[in-house]
């Protein structure tokens, strides 16, 4: 078992930044990828980034690449999203995952826990 446990959301104006956190805990985490993604009301979950604890392999959707970065602490077992150039079609609750397939363009299927999520909400 994986839980994960995601915080730093929150509201900004529109051209600002956020950094959201990813705590995991549980089984050997080398051994998992961790993804990001988000859900809007009436949309379906969204893939937002990717990254293997183990080294390399980051792949984001074209929507987010270049003001969007993932990355991992190791020895915190945390996995960062820093957002900048917020726009407000970013809004969303944002949501970690652990147990994926790195792939390019994951499913959410792909992955097998899920945090609570976190609300980020960007306004004009």
């Known amino acids: 078992q994986v839980q994960v446990v995601e915080s730093g959301g929150g509201s900004v104006q529109a051209g600002g930044s956020l950094r959201l956190s990813c705590a995991a805990s549980?089984?050997?985490?080398?051994?998992?990828?961790m993804g990001w993604f988000r859900q809007a009301p009436g949309q379906e979950r969204e893939f937002v980034a990717t990254i293997r604890w183990s080294g390399g392999h980051i792949y984001y959707p074209d929507s987010v690449k270049g003001r969007f970065t993932i990355s991992r602490d190791n020895t915190k077992n945390t996995v960062y999203l820093q957002m900048n150039s917020l726009k407000p079609e970013d809004t969303a609750v944002y949501y970690c995952?652990?147990?994926?397939?790195?792939?390019?363009?994951?499913?959410?299927?792909?992955?097998?826990?899920w945090g609570q999520g976190t609300q980020v909400t960007v306004s004009l």
């Open positions: 995952a652990a147990g994926g397939t790195m792939t390019i363009n994951p499913r959410p299927e792909d992955f097998q826990y």
């Open positions: 549980g089984r050997t985490l080398s051994l998992y990828t």
